[in-house]
């Protein structure tokens, strides 16, 4: 086979593996998106740790039993601790009883797109998650970050 023959071949071949892949310059950037933004500056002052905690509440891709389960996570089910059949994000940030909120010190609002679009609010959330130690892969980032802290 000609050079030429090889290249149409795989163009070919390539159109067809993904026939609705949209070309990049038709493609919206990802901050253009989300319109739902009260705040645009969502990941300024936040340390690293604290703003892979932020993307992952926002997406609801985080360690809590229901995403795991959703993923087939072996002898992970979707309940809470609690009882509640789904342990996500806005069972846990807002309503789980098992959890303690004394100084959680979020906006009043029982609305978790407010806390998750506003700076301070989704700082705030971030803090005192890492702060309550359930998620495992934050645990060195909760000492480094409380170390940071108090020697402020």
């Not at 989300?34 to 002052?45: A, I, R």
């Not at 072996?74 to 342990?87: A, F, Y």
């Amino acid at each position: 086979m000609a050079l030429l023959q090889i290249k149409v071949y795989v163009k070919s071949y390539l159109a067809a593996a993904a026939p609705n892949k949209v070309p990049p310059d038709k493609r919206v950037a990802a901050h253009v998106r989300d319109t739902t933004l009260k705040d645009h500056c969502l990941h300024e002052n936040l340390y690293k740790a604290e703003s892979s905690l932020a993307t992952q509440l926002r997406t609801e891709k985080i360690g809590f039993n229901a995403f795991l389960a959703q993923l087939r996570v072996p002898n992970v089910s979707s309940d809470c601790t609690c009882g509640h059949p789904d342990q996500t994000v806005k069972h846990v940030v807002l309503f789980c009883p098992d959890i303690d909120r004394s100084n959680e010190n979020l906006s009043p609002s029982s609305d978790l797109n407010s806390i998750l679009t506003n700076a301070a609010s989704l700082r705030k959330a971030v803090r005192w998650l890492i702060g309550l130690n359930i998620l495992p892969q934050f645990h060195l980032a909760r000492e480094l970050l409380w170390d940071n802290i108090n020697s402020s």
